[in-house]
C-alpha cells in the first residue's frame, strides 16, 4: 500500500479512537455534585444527572458542567454569604476583646465612684455630724459632676475642682465666723481669696493634678474601647462588590461545577482572592496599629501615676486634710480676708449665744494604701490593666491579617504543603501567579479580583478617620491632657482640664516610649501621716470655735 494513503489513514484512526473517550467525559455523571448540592439547602430540580456544555456558564469555565445558570447564580449568592459569615467568624475575637472589656471597665470605675463617694459620706457623718450633713451637697455636687465627666459630659475638671474649693471656703468661712453676718457678694468676694491664700494648704494643688490626669485617663481610655469595639463591629460586617463575588464563585464552587467536589482551592489563590476582597479592610491596618498602640500607653498610665484607684480610694482623706489645714489656719485666713473684703457686719445675739453639740466623733478611718477593692468587675484595676493590655497586643494587624487567617484554615484550601492536588480557578493543578501585597493600591495587578484602586471604600475611610480622632485624644491623655479642654495658650497652667504633670514636669509631647511609669504615685505615701494627724487636729482649739459656731448656726 503506498505510504501516502497511510498518512491518511492513521490520523482517521486515531480520530475514531478519541471519540467514545470524548463520549465518555460528556456523559460524566453529576451525582457527587448533586448530593453536594443539596446538602447546601438547594433544590435538585436545578441540577442535571449528567454533564452539559457550558456555553451558558458565565463565571466558571465553560467547559462540560454540572452547572445550570440558575445553580451558577445561587451558588454565587452563596459564595457571598459565606464569604460575609467567614469574615464575622474570623474578626470575632477582635470584637469580642472590646465588647467584653469596655463592659468591665466601665462597671469598674462607675463602682469606684459609688464606692469613693459612699466612703466619704460615712466617713463624714462619723466624723463631723449634722456639720457635714447640712453642707453635704458641696461633696454631692463633686461626684455628681466627676460621673458627668467618666459618662461624656462636657465638664472642665479643673473649673469644676476649683469650684468645689470656693464652695467649700465659703461654707467653712462661715463656720468659723458665726459672729458676723455674710452676704453673697461678701461671699463671693471671699472665694476669690481661695487661690491666694491656700486656707487648704497644698491638697487641693495636688488632688486637682491627680484627679485630673486620672479621670482624663480613665475616660479617654473606656472611650477607645468604645471606638475600637465599634469599628471591629462595622468593619466585620463587608459587603462584596461584584467582581469579589464573581472571584468568590469561581474559587468555591467552580469546582462542583467541573464534578470536583472534594478539590478545594490552592492556598496561594486563596490569599490573592482575599487580599483583593479585603483590600480596603488591611488599609485599615495602619491607623488601626497606632490606635492600640496608643492605647496601650494609656494602659500604662493607668498602671502608674494615672491610677484613679490610688486617687479616689483615699479622696475622703484627702478631703479632710484640707479641712483641718482651715480650721488649723483659721484665724490667719479671716485676717486676711476682713483686710480684702473689708469688716462684715456682727451677727445678730441669738445665734452667738447658742452652745456647742454634747458628742463629736474626732476619730477617723485610718487609710491603708494596700487595700486594693475588689469591685463589679471582679478585680482591681492592676489586674485589669494587665489583662486588656494583653488582648489588645494580639490584636495588632488583625485586618491585613484576615487573608492568611482565612486561607490557613484547613476547610478552607489545600493547605500550603499541597500546591499540586488543589484548584487553581481553571483545573486542579499548581497555581502559578504570584501572592499580591497588602491594601488598595497592590491590587491594580490582581489575577483574580477586578479591583478599582481609584475608588477607596468610604465606609472604611470613615472608621480611619475615627480611629485617627481617637487615637489623638489618647495621645492627649497619655501626657495628662484632655482634648476637648486643651488650652492653646504658651501658659503652661493653661485652662485645660489638667497638665497631669507633678511638679511642673511633663513631657512635652507624646511618644511611643516604653518606659514604665511609676507604679506608685509620690503624694501616696502622704495618705498615712496625713491620716494619722486628723484626730489631733480635730482637737485643736480651732475645731471647738467651728462646733460652737456650727451649733449656733445650725439653732
Known amino acids: 500500500m503506498p505510504s501516502w494513503i497511510w498518512a491518511v489513514i492513521l490520523p482517521l484512526s486515531g480520530l475514531l479512537l478519541s471519540l467514545p473517550a470524548r ?4 456523559a460524566r455523571s453529576c451525582g457527587e455534585v448533586r448530593q453536594a448540592y443539596g446538602a447546601k439547602g438547594f433544590s435538585l430540580a436545578d441540577i ?6 457550558g456555553e451558558h456558564l458565565r463565571i466558571c469555565p465553560q467547559e462540560y458542567t454540572c452547572c445550570t445558570t440558575e445553580m451558577e447564580d445561587k451558588l454565587s449568592q452563596q459564595s457571598k454569604l459565606e464569604f460575609e459569615n467567614l469574615v464575622e467568624e474570623t474578626s470575632h475575637f477582635v470584637r469580642t476583646t ?7 471597665f466601665d462597671e469598674f470605675f462607675r463602682e469606684l465612684l459609688e464606692n469613693a463617694e459612699k466612703s466619704l459620706n460615712d466617713m463624714f457623718v462619723r466624723t463631723y455630724g449634722m456639720l457635714y450633713m ?10 455628681t459632676e466627676l460621673k458627668r465627666y467618666y459618662t461624656g459630659g462636657n465638664v472642665n475638671l479643673e473649673e469644676m475642682l476649683n469650684d468645689f474649693w470656693a464652695r467649700l471656703l465659703e461654707r467653712m468661712f462661715q463656720l468659723i465666723n458665726p459672729q458676723y453676718h455674710f452676704s453673697e457678694d461678701y461671699l463671693e468676694c471671699v472665694s476669690k481669696y481661695t487661690d491666694q491664700l491656700k486656707p487648704f494648704g497644698d491638697v487641693p494643688r495636688k488632688l486637682k493634678i491627680q484627679v485630673t490626669r486620672a479621670f482624663i485617663a480613665a475616660r479617654t481610655f473606656v472611650q477607645g ?9 462595622r468593619v466585620s460586617k463587608v459587603s462584596p462588590t461584584p467582581g469579589c463575588i464573581r472571584a468568590l464563585m469561581k474559587m468555591l464552587y467552580c469546582p462542583y461545577c467541573r464534578g470536583l467536589v472534594t478539590v478545594r482551592p490552592c492556598n496561594n489563590y486563596c490569599l490573592n482572592v482575599m487580599k483583593g476582597c479585603l483590600a480596603n479592610q488591611a488599609d485599615l491596618d495602619t491607623e488601626w496599629n497606632l490606635f492600640i498602640d496608643a492605647m496601650l ?5 493607668l498602671e502608674g501615676p494615672f491610677n484613679i484607684e490610688s486617687v479616689m480610694d483615699p479622696i475622703d482623706v484627702k478631703i479632710s486634710e484640707a479641712i483641718m489645714n482651715m480650721q488649723e489656719n483659721s484665724m490667719q485666713v479671716s485676717a486676711k480676708v476682713f483686710q480684702g473684703c473689708g469688716q462684715p457686719k456682727p451677727a445678730p445675739a441669738l445665734r452667738s449665744a447658742r452652745s456647742a453639740p454634747e458628742n463629736f466623733n474626732t476619730r477617723f478611718r485610718p487609710y491603708n494604701p494596700e487595700e486594693r477593692p475588689t469591685t463589679a468587675a471582679g478585680t482591681s484595676l492592676d489586674r485589669l490593666v494587665t489583662d486588656i493590655k494583653e488582648k489588645l497586643k494580639l490584636s495588632k494587624k488583625v485586618w491585613s491579617a484576615l487573608p492568611y487567617t482565612i486561607c490557613k484554615d484547613e476547610s478552607m484550601t489545600a ?3 499541597n500546591e499540586e492536588e488543589c484548584w487553581n480557578g481553571h483545573s486542579k493543578a499548581r497555581y502559578l501567579p504570584e501572592i499580591m501585597n497588602d491594601g488598595l493600591t497592590n491590587q491594580i495587578n490582581n489575577p483574580e479580583v477586578d479591583v478599582d484602586i481609584t475608588r477607596p471604600d468610604t465606609f472604611i475611610r470613615q472608621q480611619i ?3 485617627r480622632v481617637m487615637t489623638n485624644k489618647l495621645k492627649n491623655a497619655y501626657n495628662g491632657n484632655d482634648v476637648n479642654f486643651q488650652d492653646t495658650s504658651d501658659e503652661s497652667s493653661g485652662s485645660g482640664s489638667g497638665s497631669g504633670c507633678m511638679d511642673d514636669v511633663c513631657p512635652t509631647e507624646f511618644e511611643f516610649v516604653t518606659t514604665e511609669a511609676p507604679a506608685v504615685d509620690p503624694d501616696r505615701r502622704e495618705v498615712d501621716s496625713s491620716a494619722a494627724q486628723l484626730g489631733h487636729s480635730l482637737l485643736s482649739g480651732s475645731l471647738v470655735c467651728m462646733v460652737l459656731a456650727l451649733q449656733r448656726l445650725c439653732r
Do not use: W
Open 225 to 233: 474601647l468604645t471606638v475600637g469595639r465599634e469599628v471591629a463591629n
Open 415 to 417: 493547605g500550603a504543603s
Open 465 to 467: 478617620m475615627a480611629l
Open 297 to 301: 500607653l494609656v494602659a500604662e498610665r
Open 48 to 53: 442535571p444527572y449528567q454533564e452539559i456544555a
Open 98 to 104: 472590646f465588647v467584653s472589656r469596655h463592659k468591665k
Open 23 to 26: 463520549a465518555e467525559v460528556k
Open 134 to 143: 447640712q453642707n453635704s451637697e458641696v461633696f454631692q455636687d463633686l461626684f
